[in-house]
């Protein structure tokens, strides 16, 4: 003889989300994983939060991911110098645009020197910057 569950069966969609309450937000210690360095982003003029910038650390260098939405190829420029410090700046063409892009100027200080002539950085047809900043080779 088979027994039948008295347990109906559910897609999980009929169930019911709980409200969150002040009581589940606890504090949870902060962990730094490997995505996580030193280094440090600042505006220089306005800020443009709009920017976002992330900078992670590898073996040999530093990769600098960045959106930068609405901005062509032409209309970005990347700097840097052996101290470690990334300076990234956007000119929009059309200055009275109705998207908010901004012109901006962000210096990315990193925690190491770099090599500046091995630096390189990347726009794409989509507002996303990529720069690779080498670590500088001792002599």
Not at 29 to 42: A, E, I, R
Request: net charge positive; aromatic share 6%; proline share 10%.
């Amino acid at each position: 003889v088979l027994k039948k569950d008295k347990t109906p069966k559910s897609s999980g969609s009929a169930k019911r989300k709980r409200t969150p309450t002040l009581e589940d937000d606890r504090i949870v210690p902060y962990k730094p994983d490997k995505l996580q360095n030193d280094s440090m982003v600042l505006d220089l003029g306005p800020p443009a939060d709009w920017v976002k910038i992330n900078v992670r650390r590898t073996k040999d260098c530093y990769e600098v991911y960045a959106l930068v939405p609405g901005l062509l190829r032409e209309e970005v420029h990347v700097q840097s110098d052996p101290a470690g410090r990334l300076i990234v700046t956007g000119e929009p063409e059309q200055l009275d645009n109705p998207w908010g892009v901004t012109p901006f100027k962000k210096v990315i200080s990193l925690p190491s020197r770099i090599d500046p002539h091995q630096t390189s950085a990347v726009v794409t047809l989509h507002g996303q910057l990529f720069v690779r900043a080498p670590f500088e080779q001792s002599k």
